[in-house]
Each structure stands twice: as structure tokens, then as C-alpha cells.
């Protein structure tokens, strides 16, 4: 850390010098304007970039007949991560089917990124989503209402043996994906530019907790897509109804310590957040019990159960989890 003394000029203004080195490194020239903004710690934030709109940042890949098409993708979701505005995807010859079919799947599954141009040889992709014109809140919120929504239907399927309802939930996990990625962006992308915190009036602290929370609902989602699996598995196995009644309240449980954990981040309800935490082991003693019951039964059903006996009691370690983000936020 470099100690700069602040020195007063003109009797009323306080002047501190810059580091020659950041000055070259960004490029600053004589009467340059700088930003400055005051932080809720009490810092002060000095950059260069005053645009308000986002900085354009372009990444390229190379793709052949030999591209791996799953590894392709994964880069395209981390370019889209990493805050990225325009991607570009160029061959040396005409690009593949196969690599044009996972485009186009990329573009399905993220929010904004829309194809602006395209040869035989090159796609471009572009971001077309103001990404201070979604508020973190509102994301965090469709999130839980679409992972309570497979969670009510998950375990209506295992009640009810309805196969097409739990083949729905799978599906929906995708849309969980898309908003968990958007959250991951928009964090990236404040890292990158502060000056989109104070648009959307949040600080990088704030930005992320949104973060953690979102990646909490996300895995709350997986193993609620591990639960409709292994229903799928049980639709036309002989279950006991002992077994599923003695699953409902486990799983009312959980889903009601996630609802109220979420409840309690909006509201930054410190005694919520406690009281669920200590409501997890509940949850434990419920899920052993129904365990030992299990060891009745056989082969793919014991299984079955297992997994979604586990399941559940991860949800509720999750919401846990978020209650716990929950206290150290608000505090």
C-alpha cells in the first residue's frame, strides 16, 4: 500500500496525487476527467470509466471439425459469465452443424445473447439485455418461486405416480440455470465497471451475496431434479404408502425452512434466520426414520428412496445454508 499525504490548494480544495503507474496502465492524459465515487464503507472509488453504458469486451474462439462440442459450449456459458458483450465464433472452413446446433442451443439457454451476424465461416453473438435494467431482487425471486413450484410438483408426482408431471420438473431446472447464470454476469460485470453498482444502487458487498444466494437456489434445484428422477424410477415399482406418507412431512419441512430462509433475506430478519437454522435437525431425525423403514423394501425402490430421502434433507441444509448468508448480511 502506497501512503499519499493530502495536501490543500487554494485554501478550501484538497488535493491528493494518482500513482504514476496506474495513470500508464490505464492510459490517463492530461485533463482526462475521473470518476469518483464515495463507497458505504467510507472509501473512495476513482476510475476511468464514465460511459454508463457497458464497456465492449468481445471474445473469439476457433472451432473445427474436431471441436468438442460439450467443451464448446462450456466455454460459451463462461464467456456469457464473465461479462463478455459480443462473442465470436470463426472456422478456417464452413462451420459444422454440429458446432452451429450448439450455438444455437447456448442462445436458447442464456437471457439476452441473440446471433447479430453470420457467414459460412463466422457467428457473431451479441448481448442485447441491459443488465442494470434486471434487478438482482427480482431474479432471486423468480428463482424461488420456480424451485418451490418443481418441489410441490415433485413430490405431487411421488404421491400421485404422475410420470409426465416429474418429467416437467426436469425440465424446468433449465430456467433455473439461465437466471443463475444471469446473477453471475451481472456480478461480473459490476466487478468489472463499478459504476453499474451505484445504477442499480447495490455495492460489490451486496452484488455478492446475490451471488451466494443464487448458486444456494440453483443447487436446491438439482437435487429437486434428483428427487423427480428417481420418482421417474419408482412410477412403476410397488411402493408402500407408509414410506410416502412418512416422506410429505420431511419434504414440507424442508420446503417451508427454504421459504422461510428466502423470507428472511428479503426482510434481513436476523430471529427468522436463527429459528430456521435450528429447525434443520428436524429434517435429519425425520429422514433417518424413514430410511430404517426403507430397508424393507428392495433392489431399485431402496435406491430410489434413498436418493430422494437424501435429497430432501439437502434441500433443507441449503435453505440452511441460505439462512445463514441471511444473518451474516444483514449484520
Request: hydrophobic share 40%; charged share 25%; proline share 2%.
Amino acid at each position: 500500500m502506497e501512503i499519499r499525504r493530502v495536501q490543500l490548494t487554494g485554501g478550501s480544495s484538497y488535493v491528493i496525487t494518482l500513482p504514476k503507474e496506474w495513470v500508464k496502465s490505464v492510459n490517463i492524459k492530461k485533463s482526462d476527467p475521473l470518476g469518483v465515487l464515495i463507497q458505504s464503507n467510507g472509501t473512495l472509488l476513482i476510475t476511468p470509466k464514465m460511459t454508463e453504458g457497458q464497456t465492449q469486451r468481445i471474445k473469439e474462439f476457433d472451432v473445427n471439425d474436431k471441436t468438442n462440442q460439450t467443451y464448446l459450449l462450456r466455454q460459451l456459458i463462461g464467456a456469457y459469465i464473465s461479462g463478455y458483450t459480443s462473442v465470436k465464433i470463426s472456422s478456417s472452413k464452413r462451420i459444422s452443424p454440429a458446432a452451429r446446433t450448439t450455438i444455437r442451443k447456448f442462445t436458447q439457454t442464456t437471457i439476452g445473447q441473440e446471433v447479430v451476424e453470420e457467414t459460412d465461416t463466422s457467428i457473431t453473438i451479441k448481448d442485447l439485455v441491459n443488465p442494470t435494467e434486471m434487478p438482482f431482487n427480482n431474479t432471486i425471486k423468480r428463482m424461488y418461486i420456480i424451485v418451490k413450484g418443481m418441489h410441490e410438483d415433485a413430490m405431487r408426482a411421488l404421491e400421485t405416480g404422475n410420470k409426465t408431471l416429474a418429467e416437467d420438473v426436469l425440465l424446468r431446472d433449465n430456467d433455473v440455470d439461465r437466471l443463475n447464470w444471469l446473477v453471475a454476469r451481472q456480478h461480473n460485470i459490476i466487478l468489472q465497471n463499478v459504476s453499474f453498482a451505484e445504477k442499480m444502487k447495490i455495492n460489490i458487498e451486496i452484488s455478492s451475496t446475490y451471488l451466494i444466494i443464487s448458486r444456494i437456489i440453483e443447487r436446491i434445484g438439482d437435487h429437486i431434479v434428483r428427487i423427480s428422477q428417481s420418482v421417474i424410477n419408482l412410477i412403476d415399482s410397488e411402493v408402500d404408502r407408509k414410506i410416502v406418507d412418512l416422506i410429505q412431512p420431511a419434504s414440507n419441512l424442508a420446503l417451508g425452512i427454504f421459504s422461510k430462509s428466502i423470507g428472511a433475506f428479503f426482510r434481513k430478519d436476523l430471529k427468522a434466520a436463527n429459528e430456521n437454522i435450528e429447525s434443520v435437525k428436524k429434517i435429519e431425525k425425520l429422514c433417518k426414520e424413514i430410511n430404517t423403514f426403507a430397508l424393507q423394501e428392495k433392489g431399485v425402490t431402496v435406491i430410489s428412496i434413498g436418493h430422494i430421502v437424501d435429497s430432501i434433507r439437502r434441500v433443507g441444509e441449503y435453505a440452511e445454508d441460505i439462512s445463514e448468508t441471511v444473518i451474516n448480511y444483514a449484520i
